[in-house]
């Protein structure tokens, strides 16, 4: 067949990689053969200019996996880790960014949707639910569009499905202007001995589709939408994918109950590039070959093409394998559930995937070359703004005028710092009554029941700090996700990433992410933290502009204990706060690096943030081992906004005040509002202040005294002297007032 440039761009193939597929077929392909291919060539779904780096990751934890990590990844669905008693928590983040700019509700509760069908393939509960959201500035209506239809899928869908969304990061900056970013997290709990394949192996088994009828939704969204940036206008609705979470509901319950009766041999979700993914990916992982008669693939739409039915996304279904004797009892699950289920094909021995549309087969092509996308390794290289952006010197950065008091009222006031009530109260986070401590404090705790146990979670990134370093950028995310789950008490155990990037054919965009993934990878050698899953997004710009590079870590925990959850808010009046990781004397220019305050009320973007990772390592085992030995009543990373908005946050949380009397340098603002790594406030009995520091010091970790809680202002060395009740008004009312 003759192939046009413009189907090529419509499939997001190059004309090499049209010529390697001739090379590798020695024939040309029909035109579902290859939209296959391009499906599975995409960005999305082949991961070309990311895997070669994603290896840097198995390098660099290999040496400190635990035997606790039972999945390898990028070998399944989800990352699988064993917190003992015979269970296994399952997790994983994934993104849904470029739907999300094009239809921001659909968008997002797809998105959750997908995620949750992860966790369901390997054979898990789902029982938590994250997301990492970024916007561009609210005062723009197409953002507020776009925050607002986000915020309601994600609470549409997550809230009917039954599944608590406990934990979240909002953040804005003007790089995410028209490509917002949608990472959603899932996590699941699972008999250890219980955890499902999607590897299709045993010759002869059937495959099952169940759940929704196939449509036209979705075609193209792995590789026209996902894989490519917003450079024109064209229509890209149809590509965006159509949700049913009451669907999905009675799909999760009837899987499980089918994976109950241990005669379900493999199962897959139908995600990104649909049909095609699915039956393909999972014979690769069996070694087998697949085949299917897509004219007994149920419908919603009529006339659909082998070509829509083998690329279409449509929500809400799932693939089982499943020998031919046990069809039966499995297909009478789906009938209890009245979820669809039909025989669409069986597994083969010779590895090729053969499609048939009832008598004609319509694609023939072998697993290898269809289901290896071509890998790229390029030079990476920082642009001249970048390294430009490295250099600030503290005298380039006047002192505010307004003072103390007035800078700490604007921050506490800015989107990114101000409570996020007003959006995670519009979700479900104590369904399943498992949530011990819920979004706002800095992880969410789940009991788990039947146990003395409870798992932590967490989310976050840091664009501004990986646009000026990626390297340290890299690092101080994975370190923030561990400081913020051992504030909660809980020893942190793996992590899972999103890794959203620009065009990765730019030189400058490579080099952020190849910065960026080795950055992650040191700091989880030193942190002790495989990764254990993770999903990349490239692409994400528009007219040439760019997101901030922004890898999204999620992280899970453990306590051993429930009862002993920490929460962020200071628990009473009369405690002494103290800080952990640093004194409050000296302040240097990285102290501002990529800083909240830089850019509110300096509009700039600049300096080298960094990070020592050892002392990281030992501020975080000081902070466990308090809590373990209960010296210390309340915890908070000190990160976005610094010292003065952590302390308000503690204060504002915990409706009790505060006064502060430390020493602040000359450079108040990089003292009060700079973001040094490494630091945690802490609130404790004053009996327990020299256990403390008795602790602290034999771990050589520096411990400040701070001040007291206590009465209804808040206090900072006579600088700041706010009624408690004017630092809530501002921070709790700040987002809603700049949402509209």
Partial sequence: MAVTKETLDEIALSRAEYDLILERLGREPNSVELGMFGALWSEHCGYKHSRPLLRLFD????????SRVLSQTGAENAGAV???????????????NHPSAVEPLQGAATGVGGIVRDILAMGARPIALLNSLRFGPLDDPQNRHLFHGVVGGISWYGNCIGVPDVAGEICFDQSYSQNPLVNAMCVGLIRADRIATAAASEVGNVLLLVGAGTGRDGIHGASGLASRTFEEEVELRPTVQVGNPFLEKVLIEACLEALDTGLVNAIQDLGAAGLTSAAVESAARGGRGIRLDISQVHQ?????????????ESQERMLLVVAPENVPAIRAVFDKWDVTCREIGHV????????????????????????????????????????????????????????PEKTLLRLLASPGIANKEGVYRQYDHQVQTNTVVGPGSDAAVLRVKGTKKAIALTIDGNGRLCQLDPF????????????NLSCSGALPLAVTDCLNFGNPERPDIYHQLEQCIQGIAEACRVLEVPVVSGNVSLYNESRGQAIFPTPVVGGLGLLEDAAKATRSAFAGEGLVVGLLGADTTGVESSDLAGSEYLQCVHGRVEGSPKIDLNLEKRVQQVCRRAIEEGHIASAHDCSEGGLAVALAECSIQGAVGFTGDFPVPDRWDAALFGERQSRIIVGLPED??????????GL??????????????????????LPLSQISDVWNNGLEEASG
């Fill in 688 to 697: 327990q202040w020299t256990a403390l520091v008795s602790l602290a010091s």
């Fill in 59 to 66: 390098q660099n934890a290999s040496g400190q996996e635990s």
């Fill in 82 to 96: 064993d917190i003992g008693d015979g269970l296994a928590v399952v997790f994983k983040v994934e993104s849904h």
């Fill in 348 to 403: 083969i021995a010779e590895q090729v995937a053969q499609v048939a549309d009832g008598p004609e087969l319509v694609a023939d092509l072998p697993i290898g070359p269809l289901s290896e996308a071509p890998q790229y390794r390029l030079e990476g290289k920082p642009s001249e703004a970048d390294i430009k952006r490295l250099q600030l010197e503290l005298d380039s950065v006047p002192l505010p005028q307004d003072g």
């Fill in 472 to 483: 340290q950028g890299g690092r101080i995310v994975v370190a923030e996700v561990c400081r």
């Fill in 300 to 312: 919603r739409e009529q006339g659909m093409s082998p070509y829509e039915v083998m690329l279409s």
């Fill in 700 to 721: 050589e970790v520096p411990v400040t005294k701070l001040g007291y809680t206590g009465g209804g202002r808040f206090r900072l060395n006579g600088d700041v002297d």
